[in-house]
């Protein structure tokens, strides 16, 4: 029987390169903010509601306490918060 993939990774620095680059804060009770990385080459805290790219601003919090979000929701989330309009974007393949 194959192994099975873990659901999440807890530490950033050990998660291979996915895409599109959101996180979330692995240590928080209610999830109200995403956390990605920009095209810029930052990260941003927005909420996580429809069009929270929209209200980013730059995250200075722990990295060690992010964990990726899977591929396949990653992408839904970018579309809904409209991580892909304007002059910075959230990353992606």
Do not use: H
């Not at 998660?15 to 804060?25: H, R, S």
């Not at 805290?45 to 429809?50: I, Q, R």
């Not at 200075?60 to 899977?70: D, K, N, S």
């Amino acid at each position: 029987m194959p192994a099975l993939e873990p659901e999440i990774e807890t530490n950033v620095a050990t998660v291979p390169e996915i895409e599109p680059k959101l996180y979330y804060a692995d240590k928080a009770i209610f999830l109200i903010d995403w956390i990605a990385e920009g095209t810029d080459g930052l990260l941003y805290l927005f909420p996580a509601v429809a069009g929270g790219w929209l209200r980013r601003v730059q995250y200075a919090g722990p990295c060690a306490e992010l964990a990726p979000v899977r591929p396949e929701k990653a992408r839904t989330i970018m579309w809904f918060v409209y991580g892909d309009v304007g002059p910075v974007t959230i990353v992606s393949g």
